[in-house]
């Protein structure tokens, strides 16, 4: 059966710091992977999606970037955190109009 | 642009209750539809893909059917629980695009 797996499941960052958070997927190959966040009291925001390694699509300008270093390992990233990147970060991974399954999710507080 | 909107945003009901949770979306052109349960501090759980071809899919108490021309979609939850209780989220995906468009959830208390 597939696991998906992010790291770490909560953390407390200062301004200006950089962020990497990560997400892996097991039993399954090839999957699209997509990197959401959830702020407090608002929907789910798609930020990047990829269908493969290397490939990344950007939903929404902004301080963060995405890197697929290998099929099941998708990261998020920042050089310099801002208070507005405070929120509740999902990982998610399907195979093409299947259904989208959802890591644990990560709660990134910048202070 | 597809929209996709959920009401209402919250429901109490007391247990045992047969409910209704409404999903729709602006844009008929949907490949699938996927309901979500999401738990406090948690990731969301899918419950049930209903692809654009389906009219409805059924997992034990749940049933959630799809109407493309009225750009509708219900979750059924029959005799409810307070286990039942969190935020349900549906979301469309569109033709070609790997996209999943959420709406805002509607957040459930089952009360003993």
């Known amino acids: 059966s597939q696991t998906i797996h992010q790291w770490p499941a909560t953390l407390v960052q200062p301004v200006g710091s950089p962020l990497s958070l990560e997400c892996t997927v097991e039993?399954?190959?090839?999957?699209?992977l997509y990197w959401y966040r959830q702020a407090a009291g608002r929907g789910l925001q798609l930020l990047f999606y990829?269908?493969?390694?290397?490939?990344i699509s950007s939903e929404v300008p902004q301080n963060l970037s995405a890197s697929r270093p290998q099929d099941r390992q998708f990261i998020l990233s920042s050089k310099k955190l801002l208070l507005s990147d405070s929120g509740f970060y999902l990982c998610a991974w399907d195979r093409q109009g299947d259904e989208q399954f959802f890591g644990p999710g990560t709660r990134l507080t910048v202070l | 642009k597809q929209e996709v909107t959920q009401i209402p945003a919250a429901l109490s009901v007391p247990e045992g209750e047969n409910l209704v949770l409404n999903c729709s979306f602006t844009d008929s052109a949907i490949y699938n539809l996927q309901w979500f349960r999401q738990d406090p501090g948690k990731g969301l759980t899918s419950l049930l893909l209903?692809?654009?071809?389906?009219r409805e899919q059924t997992s034990g108490r749940l049933n959630a059917s799809l109407d493309k021309s009225s750009g509708r979609s219900t979750l059924y939850i029959a005799a409810s629980q307070p286990g039942d209780s969190a935020t349900y989220l549906c979301?469309?995906?569109?033709?070609?695009?790997?996209?999943?468009?959420f709406g805002s959830g509607t957040r459930l208390l089952v009360r003993p």
């Open positions: 979301a469309a995906k569109m033709d070609s695009s790997y996209k999943l468009i």
């Open positions: 209903i692809q654009s071809s389906q």
């Open positions: 990829s269908v493969g390694i290397g490939q």
């Open positions: 039993g399954t190959s090839n999957p699209n």
